[in-house]
């Protein structure tokens, strides 16, 4: 299932595109921001014909580090996070 979810990212002047911010709702269904302390992958890859950037980064909780798998819709510029 793919949830969408807020993003803040940064964009350098060739394009390329970093999150650096996600918004996400808590065991108490209130959104809380974490920010992505560390991105272990990139790739580019293709859903039913639509081009995707897909990120692998960390996020902490607490105490705990936490894996996300974030995908950016480059034609629809939306964030997804892939469950």
């Not at 959104?31 to 950037?53: C, M, P, Q």
Request: proline share 2%; net charge neutral.
């Amino acid at each position: 299932m793919n949830i969408p979810v807020d993003v803040i990212a940064v964009f350098d002047s060739v394009g390329k595109v970093t999150p650096a911010y996600v918004r996400l709702e808590n065991e108490k269904h209130a959104l809380v921001t974490y920010k992505i302390e560390d991105i272990s992958l990139s790739n580019e890859e293709r859903y039913a014909g639509l081009y995707h950037l897909v990120f692998v980064c960390y996020i902490r909780t607490g105490d705990l580090k936490q894996q996300l798998k974030l995908s950016f819709s480059v034609q629809n510029h939306r964030w997804l996070l892939l469950t």
